[in-house]
């Protein structure tokens, strides 16, 4: 089972960035995905987003609602998270992460960081 994440990089503020996460190693139109970030090493991860198994349900944090849009393909097996006007504070080590709800099975990929800076 694989989770790559891609696409990271430094932003000014204002700007956009797409994360992909690539997944291999499992159905992935069986699972709920989601992204999550981690601000700083000593703190947890955070839910940014939720995408259900077939794409048609959404959810955000409040940080994210209006600014992020999470996305899947199924046919090509990825997951995207397309951000918008980022801030400072959006600057994290941002995680894809695969739930299969009723057959608890969880997987997390390495992340991939993003830096918003002028």
């Known amino acids: 089972v694989q989770l790559v994440e891609s696409g990271g990089g430094l932003v000014q503020p204002g700007g956009s960035l797409t994360l992909s996460c690539t997944a291999s190693g499992f159905t992935f139109s069986s699972y709920e995905m989601s992204w999550y970030r981690r601000q700083a090493p000593e703190k947890g991860r955070d839910l940014v987003a939720v995408i259900t198994s077939t794409g048609q349900y959404t959810r955000y944090a409040e940080s994210a609602k209006g600014r992020f849009t999470v996305s899947r393909d199924n046919a090509k097996n990825m997951l995207y998270l397309h951000m918008n006007t980022l801030k400072p504070e959006d600057t994290a080590m941002y995680y894809c992460?695969?739930?299969?709800?009723?057959?608890?099975?969880?997987?997390w990929g390495q992340g991939t960081q993003v830096t918003v800076a002028s």
């Open positions: 992460y695969a739930d299969s709800l009723r057959g608890g099975k969880v997987y």
